[in-house]
């Protein structure tokens, strides 16, 4: 059974920094593409950022282009988002998710954590 564990988030002021960290854990013999989705209240559940399993292909959301990076170690399955010169209107749930097919499809999911950015 595959299980994302997400850590990382909170409450930080616009123009701070927060960094999310995912580890996947169950079936580790298989690489998967990962990413990073998030959720505000109201609104459809977005992809912030995305990373090949071998970590050669990324992909950015226009909104978090330039601010947000997203990472792997190597071909292990954990990633990180690093977030940078956060703004109020990337407050949000954040999801981390992997799946076999880089952008196609997440098939696995985290548990979700509040990003919360005051102005």
């Known amino acids: 059974q595959v299980q994302l564990v997400q850590s990382g988030g909170g409450l930080v002021q616009a123009g701070e920094s927060l960094r999310l960290a995912c580890a996947v854990s169950?079936?580790?013999?298989?690489?998967?593409?990962m990413g990073w989705f998030r959720q505000a209240p109201g609104k459809e559940r977005e992809l912030v950022a995305a990373?090949?399993?071998?970590?050669?292909?990324?992909a950015y959301a226009d909104s978090v282009k330039g601010r947000f990076a997203i990472s792997r170690d190597g071909g292990k399955n954990t990633v990180a988002l690093q977030m940078n010169s956060l703004k109020p209107e990337d407050t949000a749930v954040y999801y981390c998710?992997?799946?076999?097919?880089?952008?196609?499809?997440?098939?696995?999911w985290g548990q979700g954590t509040q990003v919360t950015v005051s102005s």
């Open positions: 998710a992997a799946g076999i097919d880089y952008l196609k499809s997440f098939d696995y």
């Open positions: 990373i090949s399993r071998l970590g050669l292909l990324t």
């Open positions: 169950g079936r580790t013999d298989t690489t998967y593409a």
